[in-house]
């Protein structure tokens, strides 16, 4: 099956329609200044005719690329409601509907594939929150809860699809989300919950790991560094006394 645009096709065939009554009148004017009157005219007749076939075969031409155009209509309807291309279908549109048949089962495969990726994505983040010793939510960008933490639920008795707003009401998930756009990094609200952004991997902020904690985990990893780069400080201080008393031997 081959594809073209009706202004090309119409444009083809009026200048093919054309070139042949221009070539019989052509030959029939030549052949009326030869005094071949009889041939000159049998020239033009079936310049007429050829014409008159050209002509018939542009209305074929149109009525099958208009029935062709009704079957891939009903192909993608068909595709839109049921997902599925049938082989009956598929060879009403000739080489067309095998190409795309065979991209159908190739984006069937990937979908799958991605399904499983996902599925096998959901499972590991129920893992993870199982043995989480923390009040941990995880919240959509819309502000129901997707997934909990054994902690959060024993102190917020929250359920999914519960709303954040009814078990933090201080947080602003809209707020959030505009921080955590710019910055990229997690967003502390109210005294001590803190909203962790999650990215995708295109970038897209995805959801939001909610910390419910007394001290969230964010704040604790700071003190930690806080209290190794004191530690660090301190360590050079002490290190100063002996690299002087050394300095002073070898003077």
Not at 18 to 47: N, P, R
Request: hydrophobic share 45%.
């Amino acid at each position: 099956m081959i594809i073209i645009g009706k202004k090309k096709l119409i444009g083809a065939v009026f200048f093919s329609f054309a070139l042949i009554l221009a070539t019989a009148i052509w030959g029939y004017k030549v052949g009326m200044q030869s005094s071949l009157k009889s041939d000159s005219e049998l020239v033009l007749f079936f310049g007429f005719i050829g014409a008159g076939i050209e002509l018939c075969l542009l209305i074929a031409m149109f009525v099958y690329a208009k029935r062709k155009e009704n079957d891939f209509l009903m192909v993608a309807k068909a595709i839109q409601l049921n997902g599925v291309l049938s082989d009956s279908r598929a060879k009403k549109l000739g080489n067309l509907g095998i190409t795309l048949q065979e991209s159908l089962n190739d984006a069937y495969q990937i979908t799958a594939q991605k399904s499983l990726k996902i599925a096998g994505l959901n499972g590991l983040v129920d893992e993870l929150l199982l043995i989480i010793d923390r009040p941990l939510l995880v919240v959509s960008l819309t502000g129901s809860i997707l997934n909990f933490s054994a902690k959060a639920h024993e102190k917020t008795g929250c359920k999914q699809g519960d709303a954040l707003s009814d078990i933090a009401p201080a947080i602003s998930i809209k707020e959030a989300i505009q921080n955590a756009s710019h910055t990229h990094t997690a967003v502390q609200q109210d005294t001590h919950i803190v909203c962790m952004p999650v990215f995708s991997a295109t970038g897209t902020l995805s959801f939001f790991l909610v910390d419910l904690s007394d001290q969230p985990i964010v704040s604790k990893v700071m003190e930690n560094v806080k209290h190794l780069i004191q530690k660090t400080d301190t360590e050079k201080k002490q290190k100063k006394p002996f690299l002087k008393f050394f300095q002073k031997g070898r003077e």
